[in-house]
């Protein structure tokens, strides 16, 4: 597997990168582009007050069965 950085984040969520805050819900459509490397000392959540967050990955190939090979998932969560 391997990280990309092809995802946004757009909506209401304050994020902390690398020192910068980063208002999400000011940065219209383009949202803000997710860096391949997210580890907690780079990037971390200030505030998120949104209803749901919608993960869709589509770039992972993953090894494994049927269901799971083709790299498509989707998750929602509250």
């Known amino acids: 597997m391997r990280a ?3 995802g946004s984040i757009v909506g209401r969520s304050v994020l902390s990168d690398d020192g ?3 208002d ?3 940065l219209g459509k383009g949202g803000y582009s997710v860096p391949s490397i997210v580890e ?3 990037i971390q959540i200030r505030r ?3 209803d749901f967050v919608l993960l869709v990955e ?3 190939q993953w090894n494994g069965s049927p269901r ?3 790299g498509a998932g ?3 969560s509250s």
Do not use: L
């Open 68 to 70: 799971t090979s083709s």
């Open 20 to 22: 910068d805050r980063v």
């Open 48 to 50: 998120c007050t949104a």
């Open 24 to 26: 999400c819900a000011r």
């Open 4 to 6: 990309e950085n092809a």
């Open 40 to 42: 907690p000392e780079f």
């Open 74 to 76: 989707t998750t929602a």
């Open 58 to 60: 589509k770039g992972t």
